[in-house]
């Protein structure tokens, strides 16, 4: 589900409009994004982390079921825009390798498999989605659209090295409850703790 399709995902309407103020988590952890690094943004919506990254002198490729948002980034030359259905059970980026792999407000669990193959050497993983509790608080509700308890955690830590994860409940800009992982595919996590 992209920032626009997660709060519909049910048949709904968005409870709130999606917001284009980059991610805190996404914000927090940008300096591990080795400079010049390409950077898949899967399922980007209208491209709050595209404008970003591609303004920090990143080329991004930015992805999604519905490219109509990113009309406005078309001519920067330092983002490739991919009309992509992401659920059809081919990983489209088989022989690609990223600095970074944002995935924000989307939910597919097939791809946590393919996710660390996506990562350069050092590469940095940025994830954050909805779980299991948010249906106290709107959309999504539906379960097979919410991680359960410490998902990420088990999905990722085996293959990279974990940074950052958080589990919970959040009131701005509306109350929802997300997990988030931050983890680096390989030797980064040392030159981390060398800062």
């Known amino acids: 589900?992209?920032?626009?399709?997660?709060?519909?995902?049910?048949?709904?309407?968005?409870?709130?409009?999606?917001?284009?103020?980059?991610?805190?988590?996404?914000?927090?952890?940008?300096?591990?994004?080795?400079?010049?690094?390409?950077?898949?943004?899967?399922?980007?919506?209208?491209?709050?982390?595209?404008?970003?990254?591609?303004?920090?002198?990143h080329p991004v490729t930015a992805v999604d079921i519905d490219v109509s948002g990113l009309a406005r980034l078309r001519d920067n030359p330092r983002i490739e825009i991919r009309q992509l259905d992401l659920e059809t059970g081919v990983w489209p980026f088989n022989g690609e390798q990223f600095a970074a792999v944002l995935v924000c407000n989307y939910l597919h669990r097939p791809h946590f498999a393919w996710l660390p193959d996506a990562l350069l050497p050092d590469g940095v993983l940025l994830m954050e989605t909805f779980a299991r509790g948010n249906e106290a608080h709107?959309?999504?509700?539906?379960?097979?659209?919410?991680?359960?308890?410490?998902?990420?955690?088990?999905?990722?830590?085996?293959?990279?090295?974990?940074?950052?994860?958080?589990?919970?409940?959040?009131?701005?800009?509306?109350?929802?409850?997300r997990q988030r992982i931050c983890a680096l595919n390989g030797a980064g996590y040392a030159a981390l703790n060398a800062v």
Request: glycine content about 12%.
């Open 138 to 177: 709107g959309r999504p509700r539906n379960p097979d659209h919410l991680l359960a308890p410490g998902e990420l955690l088990a999905a990722f830590s085996p293959r990279l090295q974990v940074v950052a994860y958080e589990q919970g409940l959040e009131l701005l800009p509306r109350p929802a409850v």
């Open 1 to 57: 589900m992209t920032d626009s399709l997660a709060a519909s995902a049910e048949g709904g309407t968005p409870s709130a409009k999606p917001s284009a103020t980059p991610s805190t988590w996404v914000l927090r952890f940008l300096h591990l994004i080795p400079a010049g690094g390409r950077v898949l943004d899967l399922a980007c919506g209208k491209g709050r982390h595209t404008r970003l990254l591609a303004g920090r002198g």
